[in-house]
């Protein structure tokens, strides 16, 4: 199974910029789609569908949010940071079966 | 707009039975490849299977493989897991899921199950 790996916790102040990585313990991507995906999930609620395959805002999610990389190494950039934005953020891929996920990152206010 | 409902969780005694249920709406749900993803109290996520959209073909994780049976009816637009032989490893929040790019683009608001004696 791929392996992804994100940090536990990220302190981080309002307005300013959050930068969340991910890494996969093998490549991710094939030709020109980088098959990683982001979630937010905060307490009580179900995880949502931030940015697929990597750099593609989903329906209704603000241009704060936005991602990047290939092969390997991911970023979920949020900025400005605003309070609604703390959160636990999962990566996960769909390069190969079975989908995997993070451990997720938990957001948090300096 | 895209709904999706779950029921059917509740306390379950290990080596028992439970059927989970989610029923879609605001989208064809036929098709839609489905998924089951669970979460565990504290933990991260796990994918735990999929089924195409007629229902022909299904793929589960290592870990619960000959013990869930993903199905579903379009009729119906929902989705079923069916559970058996539950272990207490199994206790999680459930969600149903739909995918779309290799994402999984909506999510219900789960269903806890609890396996204990």
């Known amino acids: 199974d791929i392996v992804l790996t994100q940090s536990p916790a990220l302190a981080v102040s309002l307005g300013q910029r959050a930068t969340i990585s991910c890494r996969a313990s093998?490549?991710?991507?094939?030709?020109?789609?980088?098959?990683m995906h982001w979630y937010q999930q905060k307490p009580g609620q179900q995880p949502k569908l931030l940015i697929y395959?990597?750099?593609n805002l989903a329906s209704g999610i603000p241009a704060r949010f936005s991602g990047s990389g290939s092969g390997t190494d991911f970023t979920l950039t949020i900025n400005p940071v605003q309070a609604d934005d703390i959160a636990t953020y999962y990566c996960?891929?769909?390069?190969?079966?079975?989908?995997?996920f993070g451990g997720g990152t938990k957001l948090e206010l300096k | 707009e895209v709904q999706l409902v779950e029921s059917g969780g509740s306390l379950v005694q290990p080596g028992g039975s439970l059927k989970l249920s989610c029923v879609a709406s605001?989208?064809?749900?036929?098709?839609?490849?489905m998924d089951w993803v669970r979460q565990t109290p504290g933990k991260s996520l796990e994918w735990i299977g999929e089924?195409?959209?007629?229902?022909?073909?299904?793929n589960y994780a290592p870990s619960i493989k000959d013990r869930f049976t993903i199905s579903r009816d379009n009729a119906k637009s929902t989705l079923y897991l069916q559970m058996s032989n539950v272990k207490s490893d199994d206790t999680a929040i459930y969600y149903c899921?739909?995918?779309?790019?290799?994402?999984?683009?909506?999510w219900g608001q789960g269903v806890m199950v609890t396996v204990s004696s």
């Open positions: 899921t739909r995918v779309q790019r290799g994402a999984f683009d909506y």
């Open positions: 605001g989208f064809t749900f036929s098709n839609y490849w």
């Open positions: 089924i195409n959209t007629d229902g022909s073909k299904t």
């Open positions: 093998q490549s991710v991507s094939i030709s020109r789609y980088n098959l």
């Open positions: 395959r990597a750099s």
């Open positions: 996960q891929q769909s390069r190969e079966s079975p989908p995997t």
